[in-house]
């Protein structure tokens, strides 16, 4: 069974930064492509960026230039780096890992495993 264990959440100022992990274990970590995603309160879930199996990025326009993906096939793991912080980027962050799609993609209903999610609070 495939698990994500996703850290690194917290609180910070407005123009900080906070380094979120995943971690993915129960299938191989390299045959999947990883999704990081978020849900605000009253808000829908929506893609904040993706790596692919080959290690090809995607970010959603909200987040270019300030986040930064990355995936570590040896440890299994993916993180997100994220940069000048602003308080509409508090939300609860997952990671997300597709297994079946030919091509990385945004839309939530591409991934099969999600974790349990990490709490990020941007004070202004």
């Known amino acids: 069974q495939v698990q994500l264990v996703e850290s690194g959440g917290g609180w910070v100022q407005a123009g900080g930064s906070l380094r979120l992990s995943c971690v993915v274990s129960g299938r191989t970590f390299g045959n999947s492509h990883i999704g990081w995603f978020r849900q605000a309160p009253g808000k829908e879930r929506e893609f904040v960026a993706g790596v692919s199996r080959r290690g090809r990025t995607n970010y959603a326009d909200s987040v270019k230039g300030r986040f930064t993906i990355s995936r570590d096939n040896a440890k299994n793991t993916v993180d997100l780096q994220m940069n000048s912080l602003k308080p509409e980027d508090t939300a609860v962050y997952y990671c997300?890992?597709?297994?079946?799609?030919?091509?990385?993609?945004?839309?939530?209903?591409?991934?099969?495993?999600w974790g349990q999610g990490t709490q990020v609070t941007v004070s202004s």
């Open positions: 997300a890992a597709d297994y079946y799609g030919s091509l990385l993609g945004s839309s939530a209903s591409r991934y099969n495993y």
